[in-house]
Each structure stands twice: as C-alpha cells, then as structure tokens.
C-alpha cells in the first residue's frame, strides 16, 4: 500500500488483541519497515512506527475536543486531546498513553418505540459515573448493535467522554456501509468490506470490566440536573424532581449540538411536531433547534423538517457549539432564578449552558426533549400521559418516527470555506488588541524545589473546565491568554466559605475573585497551588484551563484524582498535576497554608514528590504525592512546558 503514516493501535479482533505477545513480537521485530502503532505489553505506553508497505485495517485519529469520539461510531478509534497534543503529531513528535483498559458494553434485543441511542449512553453514565471510565475505552459490541444507526453509534460515542473513557468504538457493521455510501465514501466502506470479519470483537474475548444492557428492555432516560451522571427513568424523573425541590416546568428545550444533531434525530423531533401541530398546538416551552452541520441544516430545510420544527415554535439556530457552551444570551430568567431546562447534548454542568447557577439542566434524547418542550413540564412521560387539545381532546403522542438517512440524499449547502492566505509566516499583533495577544514563553524550573507556596483555592467538590475557564462569551479572548485568564476558576467553590469566585488573599487579609488574588500573588513573587477533588478537570479539552493558571503564577495542582486530557494539558504547560496517594490528605491541607514540593532535584517516573504542608498555627504535614510523568514530561516540566522543549530542540 506504499508508505503510511499511522499513530494507531492494533484494533483488528478485541481491543484486547493489541496485547497478544504474537502481535507485540511481530511488530517490534519488523520495526520501521512494517510495523503500526501498537501496545506494548506491561509498559502501559502506546508506541508510534512509521509503517511500510504494510498497514492493518483500522486506524486511530487524535483530535483537539473532547468530542472527537464520536468517530468510533464509524468503527475508529478517535481519541480526543490537547491542542499541543496535536501539535506534537504534526511536529512529528510520538505521542504516548498510558494503556488503556477495556470496558466491554454488551447489547442485546432492539432499539423501538421511545428509546434511542442517547439513552445507551445515560443508562451507561449512570452505571459508572463521570470517572468511571477514566483509562479505559468503551468497546460496543452485541447482536443489539444492529439496531443502531451509523449516527445512533457516534452519539453513543460522543457522549463517552462524559464517563471519562478514553474513547469509545462499535465493530464495523452494514449500518456504517450504507453511511459511508450515502455520504460519498463508498471506496472506504469497499475497503472496510474487505477486512469485516477483522473488525469486530472474538467470540470469548475478555474485558476488564463488561456491562450487558438488553435494548428491548431498556427505557427512555433524563439525567441531571448539574452531571451528565445523576440517571433517571423518564417515568421516574417527575416523583424525584417533585421530592428534590427541582422546578417541575419546563422553561426551554434545546436539540441539536454534536451530540444530537443527525438527520435521524431532527426527522424524529420532527414526526412529533407534526403531531402535536396536527392538534393545533405549539410548545409551551421555548424551543430551539441546532443542525449538526450546514449540510443537515439545508438537508432538513429542503425535506421541510425546519419548517415543521419552526411552525411548532422553534427556533433554529446556527450550526454551532450555541447554548451548549453557554453562547446564548438567555433573556427570559434572571440569573439566581431557579429554572429548569433540557436539552439533547452532553453536558449539563451547573451553568455551563446560560451563566446561571440556579439553572437545572437535564440531558435527554432530542425525542424527549421535544415531548417535554410541547408539554411544557418534567414530569411528561410520552409513554404514558395524555396532552390536552385546544378542542379539549386528550391524545397521546405516537412513538417518533423518521429516516436513518435522506432518500434523495444530503444537500451539501452553501460552500462558505474560506481559503487560508498563502503566506501566514508574519503576523502583526496590535499591543492594544484585546483579543489577540502574542504569547511569551514561560519561565523555566528554577532547578530548587518549590517552596512555600500559597493556597490561591481548595476546591470543593465537581471542578470541571468549565469551572476552571467558563466558555460562552470568554471565547472571544481566546486568543489573549491575560484577558481570558480573567475567568481562572471563577465557576469553582472555596470550601472556606462554599462561595464561587470568593478567596482570601493571604497577604492583604481581604476577599477577592481568584484571578485577582492569583495576580497579586504573582506580582508579589508568591507562587501558589490549587488544591482539588475528584476528577478534577472533567469535562472540554479546553487549553486555557491550563495556560491560565501558569500564566498567573500557578506551579502545581494537587487533587485527588484528573480527568485524562486536562491533567496532559497541565503538564504540556508545565505545571505539576499531582494526586494525594492518599485521598484522605485532601483534609490535611487549610485555606492559609503554605506548601513546599520537596524531590524535584531527583524527579523521575514513577518515583512519588513530597509536600510539605505548614499551618499558620506553626504545625505541619508531610504528605505523598504521585504522579504519571514519563521521562519525556519531565523535560516539559523542566524546560517551563512542551513549547519550550520543542525549542530546545530545534
């Protein structure tokens, strides 16, 4: 086939395969001529080959957003990352990984009625929580699958990061045939034909943990409100609301996002529309809609599901992030207001969608999204209860119907790709610009161990990206790393106090935001710590959560355990992810402490650091801390980050 680049993993057979001896034995003796990127068994680090006139079917993809999973609906393995990730591939630099664990997810009976693909991904959620597939990946396997669509599949997989998982993948099956063929790659579904009997799980194969989910049983879920994790039946989800003090009525359904946004899932929403403007009536909720790309938005507006969409009063929306990531500009609640709203996409974390902590955020599949929005309240189950005509006719909603794919085709849309210029090598930045902002290195180690280092916030509880760097209208400063850094951990509770943005500045003995005391710390020459939960980091690939607090003068950050691709960030930046290697020294450490990292002169993989923690009372802890540096991110952290390194190098 030539010479072929791949930075994958052996996914022929079970995932488990990449650690066959045979395979492994193979690989390392063809070295550069043939070779992939393969496991390497008991060395937990994925190794990248050039390959030669050679390849396996299968093939890995990294890509900067949590969300980059969705192609293992195509059978891919596509791992989400940091963008200096991905600049290290481009660069030509290997790309390490711990070795995974595999999660098999076995399913059995069919797809019907009111279940959809989204709640195969809730009802997992619920089973292992947001952490519970931090290393693993999450393989799909079963006579179930079949009753899946090829989109029905990357939901599922899109939705994998909200358990932590690495990446999630199905086996190659006829669903994602006719999806390539609809979609202009038959050569590549021809390709895949070839190697099908290759591309699916062994007979007896063994996972390190296996969930068995019978679809024909399965019922329609809601999760929320403020985690993707917290499960409910919908069946169940009104007597919970009506006991936890949750507002029953239902304020706006969002569908759309990269979740939810095929063509099946609009047609769906669509087939209940009809229904309920067939009754004369319109949502008593607000009601928006966003396509999933400019090619779903004029596919929908040709076959007239918008307009069915926008008759029974939705809004439609660009294709793009949107309310998702808090770009919506909610005028109909004030903020502190206790409201409730759902929505088809993935998170729901506390005013991740409008900036309003009080909002309860619920994610369900766009099918129940959209019965609830035309009842208007949570406790609708479409299953079961009657909506009210105008005429005073009771009728229920038939199970929503519609195409896995367009008959006639997808309409590409307006072609709005705009051609890079062909010379970019300069660039002029206005100092006066505050949007863009021409990044300076960061300083290198100084070589001592850290000493004395403020507390800037004990976090309590869920801390995800979104708390650490809140997105909706800060996106405009992400190219200004010291404008955007104006929102560093402005979402995250001090435990002193359980207040959002509210620290004392040590050496003023006044309350301030944290970015303000993290600024003052470093203009006084105080370098400082955050001190953190579980899974700390959970949530977007979002860079900034990591440029933000090195740039303000942040050296480590010690929690008790990270969500995967925030806690690498961190380290490209040159900070020092750290967890308690005993969890229960979270409780060791006090608002006013100072804290000393002791072991860096020797600082080596595997081998755990050392804080000294002393208490304004004159008292102090020693603690242990570990870490998952490898001998190359110790560089990183040496050099002052993963750029400084490259340059070293050059």
């Known amino acids: 086939m030539g010479s072929y680049y791949m ?5 022929n057979k079970s995932l488990h395969d990449v650690l066959n001896k045979e395979v492994y034995n193979f690989l390392a003796t063809a070295g550069a001529k043939y070779g992939v990127g393969f496991w390497k068994p008991g060395s937990g680090i994925i190794h ?38 991905a600049v290290d591939v481009m660069a030509g630099i290997p790309w390490e990984l711990k070795c995974p664990n595999v999660i098999g997810v076995r399913l059995t009976g069919a797809l019907s009625g009111w279940t959809s693909p989204k709640d195969v991904i809730l009802k997992v959620a619920g089973i292992l929580t947001v952490k519970g597939g931090t290393g693993a ?24 990061a909200e358990i ?24 590549i579904a021809s390709l895949a034909d070839q190697f099908q009997d290759d591309l699916v799980p062994d007979k007896g194969c063994e996972y390190d943990q296996l969930i068995e989910i019978n679809l024909s049983e399965l019922k329609p879920h809601i999760n929320g409100p403020f985690t993707p994790d917290l499960a409910h039946p919908v069946s169940d989800i009104g007597a919970v609301a009506k006991k936890s003090g949750w507002p029953l009525e239902v304020k706006v359904g969002l569908i759309g996002s990269c979740t939810n946004s095929s063509y099946e899932d609009m047609g769906r929403a669509a087939s ?47 294709n793009a992030c949107g309310p998702c990531i808090g770009q919506w500009d909610r005028k109909d609640v004030k ?22 902590p009080a909002t309860h955020a619920f994610v369900t599949s766009p099918e129940i999204v959209t019965a609830m929005a035309i009842a208007g309240t949570l406790d609708f189950n479409p299953e079961t209860d009657y909506l009210t005509a105008p005429n005073g006719e009771k009728f229920k909603l038939e199970p929503p119907t519609g195409d896995e794919l367009p008959s006639r085709d997808f309409d590409p849309g307006q072609d709005t790709y705009q051609h890079p ?46 708390h650490i760097s809140a997105a909706g209208p800060w996106l405009k400063f992400r190219g ?77 950050i010690i929690v008790k355990s990270f969500a995967r691709i925030h806690e690498t960030n961190l380290k490209k930046q040159g900070l020092l992810p750290l967890t308690f290697a005993d969890p229960k020294d979270y409780d060791k450490i006090r608002p006013d402490d100072k804290i000393s990292i002791t072991g860096l002169k020797s600082f080596a993989p595997g081998k755990p650091l050392t804080a000294v923690i002393k208490h304004s009372d004159g008292s102090q802890d020693s603690i242990s801390l570990n870490h998952t540096f490898n001998e190359t991110q110790i560089e990183w952290f040496q050099a002052g980050s993963a750029l400084n390194r490259m340059k070293e190098l050059q």
């Open 421 to 466: 210029p062909s010379e970019g090598r300069s660039v002029d930045v206005s100092p006066s610009s505050n949007r863009l902002q021409l990044l300076e290195p960061f300083d290198k180690w100084h070589g001592k161990d850290l000493e004395n280092m403020r507390v800037l916030i004990k976090v309590k509880g869920k801390c995800t990206t979104d």
């Open 7 to 11: 930075t994958v993993s052996y996914m």
């Open 48 to 85: 990248q080959i050039i390959l030669e006139n050679y390849a396996y079917p299968g093939v890995m993809l990294i890509g900067t957003d949590s969300h980059t999973p969705n192609g293992g609906g195509l059978g891919a393995i596509c791992i989400g990352v940091g963008g200096a990730d």
């Open 480 to 556: 200004h790393l010291d404008n955007i850094s104006n929102n560093l951990l402005i979402g995250a509770v001090n435990i002193e106090n359980n207040a959002v943005n509210k620290v004392k500045n040590q050496l003023t003995g006044e309350y301030g935001g944290v970015p303000d005391v993290a600024r003052h710390y470093k203009a006084n020459g105080e370098s400082w710590v955050v001190v953190g939960d579980e899974n700390y980091g959970e949530g977007s690939s979002r860079e900034h959560a990591a440029l933000e607090p090195r740039h303000l003068g942040g050296r480590a």
């Open 164 to 187: 932590g998982a690495t990446t999630s993948v199905f086996p190659y099956n006829h669903r994602m045939k006719t999806y390539l063929d609809k979609t202009g790659r038959g050569e």
């Open 137 to 160: 990946i999450v393989e799909y396997h079963g006579p179930g699958v079949e009753s899946i669509s090829c989109t029905g599949m990357a939901t599922i997989c899109n939705m994998g």
């Open 335 to 356: 903020k502190g207001e206790k409201n409730t709203i759902v929505t088809s996409y993935n998170r729901n974390f506390t005013a991740r969608n409008d900036a309003n």
């Open 272 to 318: 209940l529309a009809k229904q309920a403007l067939d009754k004369g009536l319109k949502c008593k909720a607000q009601f928006t809609v966003t396509p999933g790309s400019e090619q779903i938005r004029a596919t929908i507006e040709r076959d007239g599901y918008t307009k069915i969409l926008s008759d029974v009063g939705g809004v439609v929306l660009a």
